[in-house]
Antibody, heavy 120, light 109 residues
């Protein structure tokens, strides 16, 4: 059974970089059948697609975040990470790491989510 | 990148049917059959209930069904049950190689 687990600071200061890691067990991030990515939900708001990585291939990012975001993977640890720079209070959200199927494009596995607050 | 358009809320009585619409453009819903729907109970992890417009994952009740016409996708839940009360989000692939969510619909049973 695939499991994803987010980790990282719960509090980030404005203008700094938000860094989260997703640890994957029960599957490999180097699989050619899946995308690995992030979805977030600001408090009281809806879901927002952040970005996906396809290991060894192209990454795709939300255009509204594209200038500030990097998603990368490490097969030696079977983890992938999110870095979001120059954060503001608008980046405060529950961040979920997810697996998206390449054949149908839907998200079939979610991490439990981690709340990141941007505040001084 | 604007969100897909969903009604903010819908409601129905137990046993009734409801439909949630999700309107996009020729660049997303109208161009691909990669539309999925997610059920999200507050405090829990979202769960896919429909993918590829009308397919149901294993374990999802056949009370959930999906369809698409032009730039609008729809999720129908028949035989409403109290446990169906949740937020529902549509999601579509786009011609920009990105994915887009709808704004979400709160279903009250």
């Amino acid at each position: 059974q695939l499991q994803l687990q987010e980790s990282g600071p719960g509090l980030v200061k404005p203008s700094e970089t938000l860094s989260l890691t997703c640890s994957v067990s029960g599957g490999s991030i180097s699989s050619s059948s899946f995308y690995w990515g992030w979805i977030r939900q600001p408090p009281g708001k809806g879901l927002e697609w952040v970005g996906n990585m396809f290991y060894g291939g192209t990454n795709y990012y939300n255009p509204s975040l594209k200038s500030r975001i990097t998603i990368s993977g490490d097969t030696s640890t079977n983890q992938f990470s999110l870095q979001l720079g120059s954060v503001t209070a608008a980046d405060t959200a529950m961040y979920y790491c997810v697996r998206r199927r390449g054949d149908s494009s839907h998200v079939d596995y979610w991490g439990q989510g981690t709340l990141v607050t941007v505040s001084s | 990148q604007s969100a897909l358009t969903q009604p903010a809320s819908v409601s129905g009585s137990p046993g009734q049917s409801i439909t949630i619409s999700c309107t996009g453009t020729n660049s997303d819903i109208g161009n691909y059959n990669y539309v999925s729907w997610y059920q999200h109970h507050p405090g829990k992890v979202p769960k896919v209930v429909i993918f590829d417009v009308s397919k149901r994952p294993s374990g999802i009740s056949d009370r959930f069904s999906g369809s698409k016409s032009g730039n609008t996708a729809s999720l129908t839940i028949s035989g409403l049950q109290a446990e169906d009360e949740a937020d529902y989000y549509c999601n579509s692939y786009t011609t920009s190689n990105t994915w887009m969510f709808g704004g979400g619909t709160k279903l009250t049973v």
